[in-house]
C-alpha cells in the first residue's frame, strides 16, 4: 500500500497558477486552480523562449574561465552578467550555479534578459559549469557512481564556489545561491542540495529521474517534469514524496511536455521567481 503523503505548503507559481501538493498517491496529478499573480502577467507579457539558437548573443558582456585542481584537468565556467552588470559591480547578486554550464548564456541572455529589464525579474549571475565531454552521467548521478559524483562536488564546493565569491559580484550567503540542473544535470542539483545542504539556499531540478530516497536536505526544493516523459515524471514524483516526508518546502509541478529543453528554457523564469521570493 502507498504511504499516504504529509500536506504541503501552497505556493503561487511565477505563471499565475496555484500549486498544491497534496497528500496524495504517486499517481495523482499536482492540482491547480487559477489565480491572478502580476509577476505572471509581467513574465508572460516580455519572456521570449523562440529561436534561441539564432540569438545575438552580446559577447562583450560574459566571461569565461576555467578552473581544476581537483579534476586533474581544465574545466570551463561561463559566467552571465544581466543587464547593467560586470565583473567590476560593487553590487552583490544572487548567484545560480548551473549545471551544463554551456548553457549559461542562452538561459541567460536569451531567457532571462527582457524579464529583468522589464522588472518581471530580479537580476541574478549564473555561474555556468561545463560538463564532462564523455561521463556527464557518473559526474551528476549519486546513485551511479558516488565516488566519481564526489570528486566532482569537491571541485565545485572548494573551487568553483571560493573562486566566484572572490571574483564575481555575488552573494555568498546560503539564501543567495541556488543550483540548477536539467535532466542529469538535476540530479546534480538534487545530489548537492543533500550533500551540501547548508551551502544552497534553492535547488531547482527539472526532469530529474533518479530517486534520492536515503538523502536529506535543508535546501528549498523547486521539482519540474513533463507529463510527456514517463520515466522522469516517476522518479520526480517519488523524490517529491520523499522530501514532503521530510518536511522540506517544496515546490513540484508538472507541464504538458517531454524530455525538452522548451520546456526547462520556458519554466525557469517561474522557478527564479520562486527561489528568490
Not at 548564456?105 to 531567457?111: H, N, P, V, W
Request: glycine residues 6%.
Amino acid at each position: 500500500m502507498t504511504k499516504p503523503l504529509k500536506p504541503a505548503v501552497l505556493v503561487l507559481n511565477a505563471i499565475g497558477w496555484l500549486v498544491i501538493v497534496l497528500g496524495c498517491s504517486a499517481n495523482d496529478e499536482t492540482q491547480t486552480t487559477r489565480t491572478p499573480l502580476s509577476s505572471s502577467q509581467c513574465i508572460e507579457k516580455y519572456a521570449s523562449f523562440n529561436d534561441v539558437e539564432n540569438f545575438n548573443y552580446d559577447k562583450s558582456r560574459f566571461y569565461s574561465h576555467q578552473l581544476s585542481y581537483s579534476l586533474s584537468e581544465e574545466r570551463k565556467l561561463d559566467i552571465y552578467f544581466p543587464p547593467g552588470y560586470g565583473i567590476n559591480s560593487n553590487a552583490k547578486l544572487p548567484v545560480v550555479y548551473m549545471a551544463d554550464g554551456q548553457s549559461a548564456i542562452t538561459y541567460g541572455q536569451a531567457i532571462l534578459d527582457p524579464l529583468i529589464r522589464a522588472g518581471c525579474l530580479p537580476a541574478v549571475i549564473i555561474v555556468g559549469i561545463y560538463s564532462h565531454p564523455t561521463n556527464r552521467h557518473g559526474e551528476y548521478v549519486i546513485t551511479q557512481d558516488e565516488a566519481m559524483f564526489n570528486l566532482h562536488a569537491d571541485f565545485v564546493l572548494h573551487e568553483v564556489i571560493p573562486w566566484a565569491e572572490r571574483t564575481l559580484p555575488i552573494r555568498s550567503d546560503p539564501e543567495g545561491r541556488i543550483v540548477f540542473g536539467f535532466s542529469n544535470g538535476g540530479d546534480f542539483a538534487l545530489g548537492m542540495a543533500t550533500q551540501a545542504p547548508t551551502t544552497f539556499g534553492t535547488a531547482i531540478a527539472f526532469s530529474a529521474p533518479r530517486r534520492l530516497l536515503r538523502y536529506q536536505t535543508q535546501s528549498r526544493v523547486f521539482l519540474l517534469a513533463g507529463k510527456r516523459e514517463v520515466t522522469f515524471l516517476a522518479g520526480t514524483k517519488e523524490t517529491a514524496r520523499h522530501f514532503i516526508e521530510s518536511e522540506v518546502e517544496l515546490y513540484f509541478n508538472t507541464r504538458d511536455a517531454g524530455h525538452e529543453s522548451s520546456m526547462w528554457m520556458a519554466a525557469f523564469p517561474e522557478a527564479l521567481h520562486w527561489a528568490l521570493k
